[in-house]
């Protein structure tokens, strides 16, 4: 299947260079552009796209802001975060709105078709350089736990926690299962069963979750 995005940018020249770079690819199709979050969300209703790229810092409506709008409205959509610093200091309040993932705007061609591949198919990404300082500003952001994060997590089992923390710790379905010694395909039910219970959309949002309700903290 083709992968359809929606590029997010008030810069024309970095709309044109990503979608070239992306129809580039054969499985994955630029569907669209919109110049600012306000005219994101419309394009995302006419044009129904897997993923979009979404810049954070727009006139009129900012990404964060449009990234809110559209996760709550359309639950197919992808949104995957683009900023030009390794740590926007509004990366960490993109993901809480529902952003699956962040990557930096200089990264390569096949970094940025495999960033697209990726939160397509529901995983969770980070730009490995800022992951660090990131889980930083999930520590100091969230020093008190939520209130409702605790009780949610009463609705899990012991080992859909362990899924849990280990989700929040950048590991991969198949990295879990031969932690755990598991099947994969038993990790993937696990992780299923945690968004499901929790109400949360994919991966990112679950380390989100795990991190404001203080089972994850920085090493």
Do not use: C, W
């Amino acid at each position: 299947m083709t992968i359809r995005v929606l590029i997010v940018d008030d810069q024309a020249m970095v709309r044109e260079g990503f979608s070239v770079l992306l129809n580039a690819m054969p499985d994955i199709e630029v569907v669209g552009e919109a110049v600012n979050g306000r005219e994101a969300i419309g394009r995302v209703a006419e044009l129904a796209p897997d993923v979009v790229l979404m810049d954070i810092r727009m006139p009129e409506m900012n990404g964060i802001e449009a990234t809110r709008e559209i996760t709550a409205a359309d639950g197919a959509a992808k949104v995957l975060v683009l900023t030009t610093f390794d740590l926007d200091e509004y990366v960490y309040q993109a993901l809480r709105a529902g952003a699956s993932g962040f990557l930096l705007k200089d990264a390569s061609a096949r970094q940025l078709a495999e960033g697209v591949r990726v939160v397509a198919q529901g995983e969770a990404l980070l730009a490995p350089t800022v992951t660090r300082r990131l889980i930083t500003e999930f520590s100091r952001l969230a020093e008190v736990p939520r209130p409702a994060a605790l009780t949610q997590i009463g609705d899990l089992t012991e080992r859909e926690t362990e899924v849990l923390v280990l989700i929040a710790q950048g590991l991969s379905n198949a990295e879990i299962a031969g932690h755990l010694v598991v099947a994969e395909s038993t990790i993937k039910t696990h992780v299923s069963r945690v968004l499901v219970k929790l109400g949360l959309r994919d991966r990112t949002q679950a380390a989100v979750f795990a991190y404001e309700a203080r089972l994850v903290t920085p090493s």
